[in-house]
Antibody, heavy 118, light 110 residues
Framework: QVTLKESGPVLVKPTETLTLTCTVS??????????VSWIRQPPGKALEWLAH???????SYSTSLKSRLTISKDTSKSQVVLTVTNMDPVDTATYYC????????????WGQGILVTV | QSALTQPASVSGSPGQSITISCTGT?????????VSWYQQHPGKAPKLLIS???DRPSGVSYRFSGSKSGNTASLTISGVQPEDEADYYC??????????FGGGTKLTVL
């Protein structure tokens, strides 16, 4: 059974750096054709894709947020970490991690999300 | 990367068919077949409904189908049911090797 779970602070102050961790189970971060994406959703608003990382360490970032985002993975811990620098109240959102399938380029399994308030 | 364009809301009576459009550009929707659709009920995480324009993952109802013409993708729900009332989002891979979501569509079942 594939699961993903987000963890991190639920409250951060403006200008601080947010560090979120996605812990996965049921699949390997080193396995072929799989990766993890981060997506966020401000209260009452639409989903926004942030970044993804694949097993070969290929990374991609949202163009509008690229300067503030860093994604990395620790395969031995089955964790993917996202950092967002210089947090602002407009960054208040539920942050989700999701498994991305490299061949289909879709997000087939999602975590429950974590609401982060700035 | 601008968000893909979806209608803010659609509605239908039980048993009716409804279609939600998702318009992008030749750099995303029109450039390849990596378009997917997600259903999100209030307070829940999104769920994958359609992959690669029209593929339905195992466990997804046959009532959901997808298609694409040019820069516009579409999600059709045949025989809408009360439990289909939710928000729907399209997503596309882009020529910049990023992903982009649509603005979301709220489906109301009358």
């Amino acid at each position: 059974q594939v699961t993903l779970k987000e963890s991190g602070p639920v409250l951060v102050k403006p200008t601080e750096t947010l560090t979120l961790t996605c812990t996965v189970s049921g699949f390997s971060l080193s396995g072929p054709r799989r990766g993890v994406s981060w997506i966020r959703q401000p209260p009452g608003k639409a989903l926004e894709w942030l970044a993804h990382i694949f097993s070969n360490d290929e990374k991609s970032y949202s163009t509008s947020l690229k300067s503030r985002l860093t994604i990395s993975k620790d395969t031995s811990k089955s964790q993917v970490v996202l950092t967002v620098t210089n947090m602002d109240p407009v960054d208040t959102a539920t942050y989700y991690c999701a498994r991305i399938r490299a061949l289909e380029i879709d997000l087939d399994q999602w975590g429950q999300g974590i609401l982060v308030t700035v | 990367q601008s968000a893909l364009t979806q209608p803010a809301s659609v509605s239908g009576s039980p048993g009716q068919s409804i279609t939600i459009s998702c318009t992008g550009t030749s750099s995303d929707v029109g450039g390849h077949d990596f378009v997917s659709w997600y259903q999100q009920h209030p307070g829940k995480a999104p769920k994958l409904l359609i992959s690669e324009v029209s593929d339905r993952p195992s466990g997804v109802s046959y009532r959901f189908s997808g298609s694409k013409s040019g820069n516009t993708a579409s999600l059709t729900i045949s025989g809408v049911q009360p439990e289909d009332e939710a928000d729907y989002y399209c997503n596309s891979y882009t020529s910049s090797r990023t992903l982009v979501f649509g603005g979301g569509t709220k489906l109301t079942v009358l």
